[in-house]
Nanobody, 112 residues
Framework: QVQLVESGGGSVQAGGSLTLSCAAS????????MGWFRQAPGKEREGVAR????????YYTDSVKGRFTVSQDNAKNTLYLQMNSLKPEDTAMYYC?????WGQGTQVTVSS
């Protein structure tokens, strides 16, 4: 059974940094597309970043380009999201996913 477990969320001030991790069990990242999504209160879930094929091409939504970096460690079966220069509008629950599996989410709160 595949499980995705996120960690690393927390509360930071604007301009700060956080690194989210997503540990997978029962699954390998090597050939899949893995992604980070977020959902703020009252808003739809949106795709933030994704990475293809075991560390290949990456994609970012415009609002995080230049600030967030998605990566993965195949040996550890772990996906990461390095978030720098955080803004209050980045506040949301962050999820990792690979179709059709989702993690439970980790909360990121950025104060101004």
């Amino acid at each position: 059974q595949v499980q995705l477990v996120e960690s690393g969320g927390g509360s930071v001030q604007a301009g700060g940094s956080l690194t989210l991790s997503c540990a997978a069990s029962g699954y390998t990242y090597r050939t899949a597309c893995m992604g980070w999504f977020r959902q703020a209160p009252g808003k739809e879930r949106e795709g933030v970043a994704r990475i293809y094929g075991g560390g290949g091409n990456t994609y970012y939504t415009d609002s995080v380009k230049g600030r967030f970096t998605v990566s993965q460690d195949n040996a550890k079966n772990t996906l990461y999201l390095q978030m720098n220069s955080l803004k209050p509008e980045d506040t949301a629950m962050y999820y990792c996913a690979t179709d059709p599996y989702w993690g439970q989410g980790t909360q990121v709160t950025v104060s101004s």
